[in-house]
Each structure stands twice: as C-alpha cells, then as structure tokens.
C-alpha cells in the first residue's frame, strides 16, 4: 500500500509564519478559519501596498475590523471567547518574525476601544508596553463613512496579483464590501 505524502509544517500552507493556529481551529472551526484567513489576505496585499500609497495608515486595519464586525455583529459567549483566544494566540507570537494577519489582535483592539466590542476583551492587551494610540486615530477617518471605506479597501485588494490568490471566503466576502456580484470582474 503506498502512502500519501506528509505535508512539513516549516512549509505547510504559505510558507510564512501566519496567525493560522490549528488548536484554535480545532476548538473554533470554520468561524475562527474565515477570520483568519481573511486576516491574513487583507495582510497579504498590505505587503505589497507601496509607502506612497494613497492607502491611509491602518487601512489593512479597518478592513479587518468591518469584516470582524460584520461576522459577529452580537458576539456570543462562544464568539467573545473565540475572539479573545484568537488575540491571545497573535500576541504570544515571539515578536522575532513578521507575522501575516496579526492585524486582527489591533482590530479587535480598535473594536474594544470603540466601545463596539465588550470590554470584556480589554485585559487580553495588558501586556502591550503603550497601546496603539496613534492607530486608533488614524482608524477614526475611515470609521466616519465606513461603507465608502470599506469598498474602497476592498476594491484596493480584489486588484491585487496574489500568488497564490486570494482564498475563496476571503475573495467572497471583498467583492461584498466592494458591492460587486459574485464572480464579477474586479
């Protein structure tokens, strides 16, 4: 009987260091894997945004942050312990390597800050030296017309060459802040 080659978890998925946490997975599951992913797509394109730009600091920020909030508008027990288990998770990273998605911790951070987020979430990002002051104002222009931001963030990653491209959900849920139709050329 021939066996089916394993996948070596230096290499497994994008070959970066991710967000990605299999436990959390396991424990989460397809809710917990949407947002991650799609965490770590918006961060994909970050990457590839020049300085001079005209994407405002913190825009990979918003974006994921309408998303979060979109997907669990009245957050459950179950989904605040998700969402503080996934900024537990960014935050034990060892700080060392870029870590793609790891936005999401500032979004839930921005959310909290907001007062759209229970404060139950606060003491996860007690163990930041100084908070990220300068984000959360930077996060208020795009939170003045948050529609028209998010289309605009969206449309900005749905043009993006990816390799590989942009994940199904992730794809799905840009051109429906984009206000595009399924599978309408971007």
Not at 70 to 82: D, G, I, K, M, N
Not at 102 to 131: C, E, H, I, M, N
């Amino acid at each position: 009987m021939k066996r089916l080659p394993l996948i070596d978890p230096g290499v497994e998925g994008l070959g970066r260091t991710t967000i990605m946490d299999r436990a959390l997975a396991q424990d989460h599951g397809v809710r917990y894997v949407h947002l991650a992913v799609f965490a770590i797509d918006v961060d994909r394109v970050a990457e590839l945004a020049p300085a001079e730009d005209s994407l405002p600091m913190g825009w990979e920020v918003f974006l994921t942050e309408h998303f979060l909030l979109a997907e669990f508008s009245e957050p459950s027990e179950t989904e605040l312990a998700l969402l503080e288990d996934v900024c537990a998770s960014v935050l034990d990273q060892d700080g060392q390597a870029r870590v793609l998605g790891s936005q999401l911790a500032f979004a839930v951070y921005d959310a909290v800050t907001r007062g759209v987020l229970p404060a139950s979430l606060g003491p996860a990002f007690k163990r930041w030296r100084s908070p990220p002051k300068q984000l959360v104002r930077e996060l208020a222009a795009p939170w003045q017309d948050p529609d028209a931001s998010a289309r605009r963030f969206a449309l900005h990653c749905l043009a993006q060459a990816l390799e590989p491209p942009l994940s199904p959900p992730t794809l799905e849920a840009l051109q429906e802040l984009a206000g595009l139709s399924l599978g309408e050329p971007t």
